[in-house]
């Protein structure tokens, strides 16, 4: 157990639906990473917040979008769905924001639409 | 361009068997350098993490070297266990940027 939480485990929706998935840090992690996996594809790098801020964007579509909170759980909103977004969303945390330290991913959020 | 490849793509080898994954990388400037495990379905969990001075560091059965002048790192898995079926993920990061991944190695350890 990484100690990320992440719900929910599993989603099916529809094409053109919105969705919220969230995500919980370890205790004592700032940064949180949100990445996505496509079946039989490796990790894609979305967006990374380091204690509420956004530190740095990667291959995120205008369609989707996340936010830290105070208490540094954070959500990651997709919207306007199509098929293509079915895949394994995955969170993670780290103590600092600058990749030098270890990150804790979670179990991760099945998304399919249909 | 910063790149992390692997290879091979997939292997399959005996139970008890020792294998060896490799990667290669262009990431610079370089900072450290982790290998992971990901279960089918399941969020990778961190074997190794490498900076720069590191040559060589162990866990368990697993093994990661790493040659910073060419640009290389292997991972060395000793006396596979059905376990160790998973794909194997190399992940390189520049000083204060985001993680490059690679396309991780399949491997299948057979009975």
């Known amino acids: 157990d990484s100690g990320v939480t992440q719900t929910p485990k599993h989603l099916i929706t529809a094409t053109g639906q919105r969705v919220t998935l969230r995500c919980s840090p370890r205790?004592?992690?700032?940064?949180v990473y949100w990445y996505q996996q496509s079946l039989d594809q490796g990790l894609q790098f979305l967006i990374q917040?380091?204690?509420?801020?956004?530190?740095a964007k990667g291959n995120i579509l205008e369609r989707f979008s996340a936010q830290q909170f105070p208490d540094l759980h954070s959500e990651l909103n997709l919207s306007s769905l199509e098929l293509g977004d079915s895949a394994l969303y995955f969170c993670?945390?780290?103590?600092?924001?600058?990749?030098?330290?270890?990150?804790?991913f979670g179990p991760g959020t099945r998304l399919t639409v249909t | 361009k910063n790149q992390v490849e692997q290879s091979p793509q997939s292997l399959i080898i005996l139970e008890g068997k020792n294998c060896t994954l490799q990667?290669?990388?262009?990431?610079?400037?370089?900072?450290?350098l982790r290998w992971y495990k990901q279960d089918t379905g399941r969020g990778p969990v961190s074997l190794t993490i490498?900076?720069?001075?590191?040559n060589t560091k162990s866990n368990g059965r697993y093994t990661a070297t790493l040659d910073a002048d060419t640009k290389q790192s292997s991972l060395h898995i000793t006396a596979s266990q059905l376990s160790d079926s998973a794909s194997y993920i190399c992940?390189?990061?520049?000083?204060?940027?985001?993680?490059?991944f690679g396309t991780g190695t399949r491997l299948t350890i057979i009975p």
């Open positions: 993670a945390s780290s103590v600092d924001g600058t990749g030098d330290y270890e990150q804790y």
């Open positions: 205790s004592g992690d700032l940064s």
């Open positions: 917040y380091y204690n509420g801020e956004e530190r």
């Open positions: 990667c290669n990388y262009t990431v610079s400037p370089f900072s450290n």
């Open positions: 490498m900076t720069f001075s590191e």
């Open positions: 992940v390189v990061s520049r000083r204060g940027e985001k993680l490059t």
